[in-house]
């Protein structure tokens, strides 16, 4: 039987929601023995573990903080990952989006899953006492997630802070707090938006430069090994398992990564093209990237799909996008 090939696609910071509340429980089979060893370098560092906090009833200020959140993303999406039925798909390449792209170093192999828990604890623990800025996400679609010149011209004449990330209909901004809670008044309403992302600090922004620095001193470059499998980065840069510079994928990482705007538009653009998978998978917790996805798919009039309804068309006969956080879909790729 031949193999469908897929990009795999790992979320960001703000994934585990209470919508997703005891999600790692119900996946975890295939990466328990993993997950015994985060929860027992947790408690060494006096943390709750991750099988404490996927039980435990969601609080925003418990399951968003940085030092928490991103371990337990990352053992969901590791979770997802392994459940993967490797007999009937082959994993052509692997991106993400934000702390995503750390889970993807992980899963590509260019890290080694302890050593990939040690930068994503690390990272995500990096503003454990202050948070630095914050973050602002706002559309820049229509309804029918066609994008919006008009509004695109204004939300980026307003923008005094920085484009932290570029995530299909919608751009992230990131800036002081004083910065963004004037773009929070002066941006046109629409609907929920703008929305200051809650527990984010203004990742992917020059502000960032300490915490670049910092990361450097605490996290060497020999951590890194090439990937076994292709890499898309935040820039739709490729990093490949037989050319990739270590030291190179390193400096990026904790470098352009952290201080730099993420492009995930540029990322899936390039995946889709370069590898031209028969489907895209993305892991969970939760599903909050698939409309961000379906945007950059029309917006590209990938597979001939140019409009939101046809996407959704698509999706509810013969998925292109599968979304793992959604149990039907996901049994398509684990079964």
């Known amino acids: 039987m031949c193999k469908k090939r897929i990009v795999v696609i790992c979320p960001g910071r703000g994934s585990y929601t209470r ?9 975890e089979a295939k990466t328990k023995n993993n997950i015994e060893w985060m929860n027992e370098k947790r ?6 573990t991750i099988s404490i906090l996927d039980a435990s009833p969601f609080k925003a200020k418990i399951h968003m903080a940085g030092e928490n959140a991103s371990s337990l993303i990352y053992a969901c999406s590791l979770s997802d990952f392994l459940a993967i039925n490797q007999d009937k798909y082959e994993i052509v390449a692997i991106t993400g989006n934000s702390m995503g792209w750390y889970t993807a170093l992980a899963l590509s192999g260019a890290l080694d899953l302890k050593n990939a828990y040690h930068l994503i604890h690390t990272m995500g623990s990096m503003m454990k006492d202050e948070i630095i800025g914050g973050q602002i996400i706002y559309p ?3 309804d029918n997630w066609q994008e919006d010149e008009s509004i695109k011209k204004i939300v980026l004449n307003e923008i005094d802070a920085y484009i932290s990330i570029l995530l299909g ?3 992230v901004i990131g800036g002081e707090q004083k910065v963004l809670d004037i773009l929070l008044k002066k941006l046109p309403a ?9 527990f984010h600090a203004a990742f992917h922004t020059p502000l960032m430069k300490s915490v670049s620095e910092q990361a450097m001193v605490e996290l060497h470059h020999s951590l890194f090994e090439k990937p076994s499998v292709p890499l898309v980065d935040g820039r739709g840069n490729i990093w490949r398992p037989h050319s990739t510079d270590t030291l190179a994928l ?11 705007s993420y492009d995930f538009t540029s990322a899936i653009v390039v995946a889709m093209k370069e590898f031209c998978p028969d489907k895209l998978v993305l892991l969970g917790p939760g599903t909050n990237l698939g409309g961000s996805i379906g945007q950059i798919i029309i917006r590209h009039d990938w597979l001939d799909l140019n ?12 998925p292109y996008l599968i979304s ?12």
């Open 250 to 260: 390193y400096q990026y990482t904790l470098g352009h990564q952290v201080t730099k």
């Open 324 to 335: 793992m956080g959604n149990e039907n879909q996901r049994e398509i790729v684990s079964g």
């Open 190 to 198: 629409k609907d929920k938006y703008p929305l200051q992302l809650p």
């Open 169 to 171: 209909g919608y751009i």
């Open 140 to 142: 820049l679609v229509d």
């Open 43 to 48: 408690k060494e560092e006096g943390l709750p």
């Open 307 to 318: 409009t939101k309804s046809a996407f959704i068309n698509l999706q509810k006969t013969n």
């Open 19 to 27: 919508d997703t509340k005891g999600y790692l429980k119900t996946n």
